[in-house]
């Protein structure tokens, strides 16, 4: 089963930064497409931003456009969001996914729901 870590979640006051790592710890995240999801309490999984597995290719939901920005390391096996300007609607459990390459980015986001297991994650608030 494929395994994936979040880390970089804290506290942070509303028009600030954090950046999230996602790495896998029972294959390499080189291959897949990446994405990063949140849940806010309550509420459904909800995609952030998806990056493809080689050429960069990138899909952001519109609430983070502009704000956050997801990379990867191949070499490194590492996939990032960097979040900036956060809100406190930013304020969630932050999941990250792996896909086939040969899914669609947008698909991946969109379609949260179509993925049984989820990580543990990491929490974001944003609150002064």
């Known amino acids: 089963q494929v395994q994936l870590v979040e880390s970089g979640g804290g506290l942070v006051q509303p028009g600030g930064s954090l950046r999230l790592s996602c790495a896998a710890s029972?294959?390499?995240?080189?291959?897949?497409?990446i994405g990063w999801f949140r849940q806010a309490p309550g509420k459904e999984h909800e995609g952030v931003a998806c990056?493809?597995?080689?050429?960069?290719?990138?899909y952001y939901t519109d609430s983070v456009n502009g704000r956050f920005t997801i990379s990867r390391d191949n070499a490194k096996g590492t996939v990032w969001l960097q979040m900036d300007s956060l809100k406190p609607e930013d304020t969630a459990v932050y999941y990250c996914?792996?896909?086939?390459?040969?899914?669609?980015?947008?698909?991946?986001?969109?379609?949260?729901?179509?993925?049984?297991?989820w990580g543990q994650g990491t929490q974001v608030t944003v609150s002064s």
């Open positions: 990056i493809d597995n080689s050429d960069g290719k990138t």
């Open positions: 029972t294959f390499t995240l080189t291959y897949y497409n």
């Open positions: 996914q792996a896909d086939v390459p040969s899914s669609s980015l947008q698909t991946m986001c969109v379609y949260p729901h179509q993925y049984d297991h």
